[in-house]
C-alpha cells in the first residue's frame, strides 16, 4: 500500500464514518442488528479472553516470581506488579490485539462478501444508508461489550495468578493476595475499560471500512481481512502509545 494510497484510505474512511455515526432510520432495525452483533462479537469472545487471560495471568505470576528474587523487595511486590501489569496493558491492549484478529476478520469478511455479492449495492438502490445499517450495529455492540470482555480478562488475569500461587507455592497465596490489595487505585480499572471501548471502536470501525470498500471476489475479501487485522493492531498501538502519554501527562 502506497503513501498516497494511505492517505486516501484516511480521507475515505472519515467520509465513511460520517455515514456510519448517524441516527439508524429505523430504530427496530437498529437495535436487531444490534443484539445480535453483542452475541456475535461480544459473547461469542468470552471463550477466547477467559482462557488467555486465565494462563498469561499465570505465566505473569510466574516469571515476576522468578525474576523479582531480591532480599530488597518485600514478596508481595509479586501480587503489585503483576495486578498492575494486568489492569494497566494486558486486559486492555493485548487483549484488544487479539480480539483484531477475531473480531476484524468476523466484521470485514462478513461485509466483504455482501459487497461483493451485490448486497450492499441492493440496499443502496433501496435508498437505506447502508453503511450506517451494517457496520454501525456491529461498532456499537462490540464497545457496549468491550468493559465485560475487560472485567472477565482482569479477574481471570489475576486467577491465574492464584492459581499458580497456590500450585508453586512462591509467592504464598495470602502474600499474593495482599500485592494485589497494596496500593490499588479504582481508576486503573476505569482507565482501562475507557481505553478498550477506544479499541474496541477502532476495531470495528476499521474493520467494517475495509469489508465495506473491498472490491473485486472472494480472494479480495480475505486480502481485506487480513489487512484489517495489520492495520487495527498498528492502531491500537500508536493509540496506546498516545493514551497512556496523555493519561500521564
Aim: aromatic share 12%; net charge neutral.
Amino acid at each position: 500500500m502506497s503513501f498516497i494510497g494511505s492517505i486516501e484510505n484516511v480521507g475515505l474512511y472519515a467520509l465513511l464514518m460520517r455515514r456510519v455515526l448517524s441516527v439508524p432510520d429505523r430504530m427496530r432495525e437498529f437495535m436487531k442488528e444490534f443484539i445480535k452483533g453483542v452475541y456475535q462479537l461480544g459473547v461469542n469472545s468470552i471463550w477466547i479472553v477467559v482462557i488467555i487471560s486465565f494462563f498469561i495471568g499465570a505465566v505473569i505470576v510466574m516469571q515476576i516470581a522468578l525474576n523479582v528474587d531480591s532480599p530488597m523487595l518485600p514478596r508481595f511486590t509479586v501480587g503489585v506488579v503483576s495486578r498492575e501489569i494486568i489492569l494497566l496493558e494486558f486486559s486492555s491492549t493485548i487483549m484488544c490485539l487479539i480480539l483484531s484478529g477475531k473480531v476484524g476478520s468476523n466484521v470485514a469478511s462478513e461485509i466483504g462478501t455482501m459487497r461483493i455479492t451485490g448486497q450492499v449495492d441492493v440496499l443502496d438502490i433501496m435508498g437505506v444508508n447502508s453503511a450506517n445499517y451494517l457496520i454501525l450495529p456491529k461498532v456499537a455492540a462490540f464497545v457496549a461489550f468491550m468493559p465485560v470482555l475487560v472485567i472477565f480478562s482482569m479477574f481471570m488475569g489475576l486467577f491465574g495468578g492464584y492459581v499458580i500461587c497456590l500450585v508453586l507455592g512462591t509467592p504464598s497465596v495470602e502474600t499474593y493476595i495482599y500485592g494485589i490489595q497494596a496500593f490499588f487505585r479504582e481508576s486503573f480499572v476505569w482507565y482501562s475499560i475507557t481505553k478498550s471501548m477506544l479499541f474496541g471502536f477502532i476495531t470495528a470501525s476499521v474493520a467494517g471500512f475495509f469489508g465495506y470498500t473491498v472490491k473485486g471476489g472472494a480472494l479480495d475479501v480475505g486480502k481485506a481481512s487480513t489487512d484489517s487485522v495489520v492495520i487495527n493492531s498498528i492502531l491500537i498501538l500508536v493509540t496506546d502509545l498516545v493514551f497512556t502519554q496523555l493519561a500521564m501527562g
